[in-house]
Nanobody, 121 residues
């Protein structure tokens, strides 16, 4: 299954963006889909994840309350609604699937290409 992330762009601080991660095929219920981000000169950072089967959601502390991860099972797509964006949120955002919940990027084994989010102050 290939993952295709989209929806990035330029937004002013305080604005909103919605990222999409579309899978080319079925995502099995045992999988977890995560969003990570990587800013220039920094490591890949966990943002949010959702269990495909149960829909249980996880968030990194700095985005909880501002970002919402959701899924459309029929379309094999995961969304990341990002509100109240801050300059610190600027990064390339990646989606990935894994077999278990983890905030560590190495535990995810199938990655999409990134989509760039730029936040102007």
């Amino acid at each position: 299954v290939q993952l295709q992330a989209s929806g990035g762009g330029l937004v002013q601080a305080g604005g909103s963006l919605t990222l999409s991660c579309a899978a080319s095929g079925r995502i099995y219920s045992s999988k977890i889909v995560g969003w990570f981000r990587q800013a220039p000169g920094k490591g890949r950072e966990f943002v949010a994840a959702i269990r495909w089967g149960s829909g249980i959601r996880y968030y990194e502390d700095s985005v909880r309350g501002r970002f919402t991860i959701s899924k459309n099972s029929a379309e094999n797509t995961v969304y990341l609604q990002m509100n109240s964006l801050k300059p610190d949120d600027a990064a390339v955002y990646y989606c990935a699937t894994g077999n278990q919940y983890s905030t560590f990027h190495n535990d995810y084994n199938n990655w999409g290409q990134g989509t760039l989010v730029t936040v102007s102050s």
